[in-house]
């Protein structure tokens, strides 16, 4: 079975192959595993991506805007038991597709929806977006709930880019909106509601996508990616673009502190940071973060990221000079950078990303093969995921009483090309480059999308 989508259009990369939407929700149940699939991998693959149903413009349409469609995958005792996926009820779903529309509160002037991330916190699932809309609640088998402003305690709208410290369940979390002057820094309980919250005031209104967390600051970007009222006049697009006077700076704000805290430390030159991969507190006062990095964003192609290749680069972010000195420590162009959750905001020796080659304006980005860095050793690992297949980001898994940082599982949804269907496969960290343990394949395929999230039976 091969999955009905819209069209291609020839010119617009962003709706062509594994980008374009699919068009049915699926449900599956006892799916097919080539391989063997460890017995101890108990819980859902959570994933998430823009799926409009609609598109009132097709040429324009750019990959962060529509609909969000989550994907998931239930694996316990060696098997897989079920495949879902669903749209994520927004303004436009219910206006194309005739669905019912959600209830729960709406934070600005977005149309509700969430694309970006799906996350588990306290035993809930939430599909979350940056820049207004607020949280959509669901249930375990990803079916919606409600919109959620965390049960009425956050303060305005929420990111796609929480970071959870690992040793108190909290979520860091820094967002923005279009119609303010400041970012705000955002703590989310365990509990799944907002316990602090700090108005950090910026010269102008940066799309602020992520941040990181070391054990004692959150770093805050503040980079020249801007909102741009003439073009969110002009129609269904989304409203930034690169503008390099604007400044490159990252700041650093001790957890739970005040705005009057932070401390700006400026880089040398404009570039542009979606995801960083930790971030680790330093002897010497400094913050040593590492992160992809763009050259530039939204300045020669207003569809997507895709302005030449991304760098891996080590950041140490220096309060006490004020700057941010950068090093590059792969030039492979890459995205999507994960780790071991459990080492967020602490020292740490491997990091996993998903090639990401940005050819330029207005082509296809190339998606294909995953990445495992040894910071310690400063090498590179690459497992080919096959001709005609594509992986984008890939999630780490422990093993259970793993006593090595590696001990563990990396999944990945792939898709491929030859069948027009996708698989996940779990790989053993530890042999990298070799075949996967495991492949569960789908009936489907799951459109390259953005994040996505393990979420075990723990947290279920
Ligand atoms: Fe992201």
Redesign the pocket.
Known sequence: MTTASHPPTATNPYLAGNFAPILEETTAFDLRISGSLPAELDGRLLRIGPNPPGLADPERHHWFIGSGMTHGVRLRDGSAEWYRSRYVIDDEVVRALGRAPLSGPHHGMGGGGAN??VIGIGGRTFAIVEAGSLPVELTDELECIARNDFDGTLPGSFT??PKVDPDTGDLHAVVYYWEWDYVQYVVVGADARVKHAANIAVPGKPMT??CAISASQVVVFDLPCTFDLEMAMSGPTLPYRWTPDYGARVGLIPKFGSADEVRWCELDEPCYV??PMNAVDQADGTVVMEAVVHPSTFADDLRGPNEGGTTFERWTIDPKAGRVRRAVLDDTSQE?PRHHEGLIGKPYRYGYAAQFDSIGPNESLRLGSLLKHDLANGTTERHEVGAGRASNEAVFVPRLGAETEDDGWVLAYVYDGATDTSDIIVVDAQDFTGEPVARVHLPVRVPFG??GNWVPTARV
Do not use: L, Q, S, V
């Open positions: 970006t991330n796609a880019h996508h992520d979606y995801h999507f953005f994040h």
